[in-house]
């Protein structure tokens, strides 16, 4: 079997309760800057791609969830090394 190694994290997708909130708060955390206002996969709902080179962040506002019965990350893409 081949060894799998991580390079590194392609995109997470997450559902947000505050789209700006989280925006800015991983804006600042990280550094991330806004690659897409609006991801075209999710027309019925405010949400925004941000990131940098090696991760993005999909983020979708659900204003009435409630953390604790929520799935908060949906996926999770690895961009994988195969030796």
Sequence with gaps: MNNLKAKSID????KVK????SVDFYKN???????????????????????????????????NMFLKEELLISSLTLKILIR
């Design 11 to 14: 995109h997470v997708n997450m």
């Design 29 to 63: 955390l990280f550094g991330f800057e806004i690659k897409q206002e609006e991801n075209p996969n999710k027309i019925d709902v405010p949400s925004k791609i941000i990131g940098n080179d090696a991760i993005k962040l999909c983020m979708y506002e659900v204003p």
């Design 18 to 21: 505050n789209l700006i909130q």
